[in-house]
């Protein structure tokens, strides 16, 4: 497998590139960036293409790549869209970042991507008052929860759930119920990388 190292197009990004991937020859360079408007339509097939996650409106990609763009975050390689992860700052409560989708290539899993634009998002300056992460996930998605648990387990947190959308009550059956996470930051907001989750990357 090729090794990824993370090159930020702004420092706040947090550039990462693990220490046990720095000897290594075959590298492949991953550019994490804010998303632009332009990006919306790729960002769209992307997220279609990545399946269980709910495929929004273009328009909504539009608006999650410009109004939404500064707690969003796409990945690059080669001038190719790999990774997307879309959030938001909760209205009424800044101090938490709600992840809305993570999406990576196919191509692109198992190598820290996810981890890496979810860790970008919150070394932005407009995140420095963000204490609480919080997404939801649908039980049958294994991924998606083995994710945020890693996630969880990285900042040394907790991991909360209840249900927040109910399958009856709100998605008249339409829908699985989705449930809410909520993973405490504590007070470091700027997430420091132990040893162990370094050489993960
Ligand atoms: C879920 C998804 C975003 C993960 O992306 P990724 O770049 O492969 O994830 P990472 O490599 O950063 O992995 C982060 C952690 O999640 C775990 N993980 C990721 N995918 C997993 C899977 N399919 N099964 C079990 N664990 C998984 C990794 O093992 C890692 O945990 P670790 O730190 O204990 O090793 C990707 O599989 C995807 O796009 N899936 C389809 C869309 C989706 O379901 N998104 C869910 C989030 S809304």
Known sequence: MKTLSFHPTDPNEGACIP????????????????????????VHQLVKNCPPLDENSI????????????????AE???????????????????TLFIWQVAVTQEGRGQGLA?????????RPNCIHVRNLETTITPVNTASEALF????????STFYATVMFERERHFQSLHDSKWLLRIGLG???VPRLNSTSSQQG
């Open 19 to 42: 220490s046990a991937d720095m000897g290594k020859s075959a590298t492949t360079k991953v550019l994490l960036r804010q998303p632009r408007s332009e990006d919306g339509v790729v």
């Open 59 to 74: 328009y909504c990609n539009l608006l999650q790549t410009s109004h939404f763009a500064g707690t969003s975050i796409v």
């Open 77 to 95: 390689i080669d001038k190719q869209l790999v990774g997307f992860a879309s959030g938001y700052l909760v209205p009424e409560r800044p101090d």
């Open 115 to 123: 981890w890496h634009m979810i860790q970008g998002i919150l070394r």
């Open 149 to 156: 648990r890693s996630v969880a387990r990285r900042f040394g």
């Open 187 to 189: 007070n470091n907001p």
